[in-house]
């Protein structure tokens, strides 16, 4: 969302998210938020990801931190298929994802810069 804000309100720089700690997102969410920013500031996104931070955030979303890396490469593999693929499918060990196609695509090809 603030990309999106910041996205509005200015027109060369760009946009950088700090860091989304993937663990925490649904990667599934993350590919549409991703399309999304870079298409609405004309593909000015630059995505940070990280993979821990503090046990207690990981336990109000009912990740086991000790896993919060291999989740991370895993959550990482799918928006990177998404963007990088018209159509694709997962089946991984934290997330399975059926065939899909993904309608907002980055502007950035093949993706922002991660």
Do not use: W
């Not at 500031?41 to 291999?70: H, I, K, T, W």
């Not at 298929?81 to 499918?89: A, C, D, S, T, W």
Request: charged share 20%; hydrophobic share 40%; net charge negative.
């Amino acid at each position: 969302m603030m990309m999106a804000h910041c996205a509005g309100v200015t027109n060369t720089i760009r946009l950088g998210t700090a860091v989304c700690v993937l663990p925490l997102y649904q990667p599934q969410c993350l590919l549409s938020e991703i399309g999304f920013a870079d298409i609405v500031s004309s593909g000015r996104l630059e995505l940070g990801v990280g993979s821990e931070y503090q046990q207690f955030e990981f336990e109000r979303f009912g990740v086991n931190v000790d896993e919060a890396r291999a989740v991370f490469l895993e959550y990482l593999d799918i928006p990177l298929k998404g963007l990088q693929q018209k159509v694709f499918e997962h089946n991984g060990k934290y997330e399975k994802l059926p065939l899909a196609a993904i309608s907002l695509r980055t502007i950035q090809k093949p993706t922002s810069p991660i």
